[in-house]
């Protein structure tokens, strides 16, 4: 079993930069994969980006390639989401995911946090 946590999110301007966390509880989560999914009020989850266990592989949602940077630290069992350059269209709840396959599904994770708000005024 893995548990999820994330934080970080918040009200920012656009233009401004957020970096949310994804902290995780159990030994194996080195081992998985971890996305991140955002999901906007009437809008189904998208993924926007997601890790390899050791961080080779990484994969970006067009929408926020040059913007976002995914990372892990697995000596504290975290992921990170660096978002820059926020625009409104970013607002959502987002949520960070581990599963054991590099998809962009959610039916791809097994596992899921409880989600932290992102919202980006105009």
């Known amino acids: 079993q893995v548990q999820l946590v994330e934080s970080g999110g918040g009200l920012v301007q656009a233009g401004d930069s957020l970096r949310l966390s994804c902290t995780a509880s159990?030994?194996?989560?080195?081992?998985?994969?971890v996305g991140w999914f955002r999901q906007a009020p009437g809008k189904e989850r998208e993924n926007v980006a997601y890790i390899s266990s050791n961080s080779i592989l990484t994969y970006y949602a067009d929408s926020v390639k040059g913007r976002f940077t995914i990372s892990r630290d697995n000596g504290k069992n975290t992921v990170y989401l660096q978002m820059n350059n926020l625009k409104a269209e970013d607002t959502a709840v987002y949520y960070c995911a581990a599963g054991r396959v590099a998809g962009t599904h959610p039916r791809d994770f097994n596992y899921w946090g409880q989600g932290t708000q992102v919202t980006v005024s105009s």
């Open positions: 159990g030994r194996t989560f080195s081992s998985y994969v």
